[in-house]
């Protein structure tokens, strides 16, 4: 199914939101994770590497703050 995603919305539980955003990131793929990003600074700086090294278009926020009014 690689190939018939084209990006992760991560909205888990708090505590499994670093690890499904690397894990998607690490497949190629753009994320849109729900806050807290990470729990431990050395998480979002393993993420920053990530989509940095990958040149991945990442985002976080709030997803009642984040859709389109129209």
């Not at 050395?42 to 090294?53: F, H, K, L």
């Amino acid at each position: 199914m690689k190939d018939q995603i084209d990006a992760v919305i991560v909205s888990t539980p708090d505590h499994t939101h670093a690890p499904a955003s690397m894990m998607a990131m690490n497949h190629d793929k753009p994320v849109y994770c729900q806050k807290p990003l990470t729990h431990h600074v050395t998480e979002a700086r393993a993420m920053n590497q990530i989509a940095g090294d990958k040149n991945l278009v990442t985002q976080m926020g709030i997803q009642v703050h984040s859709f389109l009014r129209l």
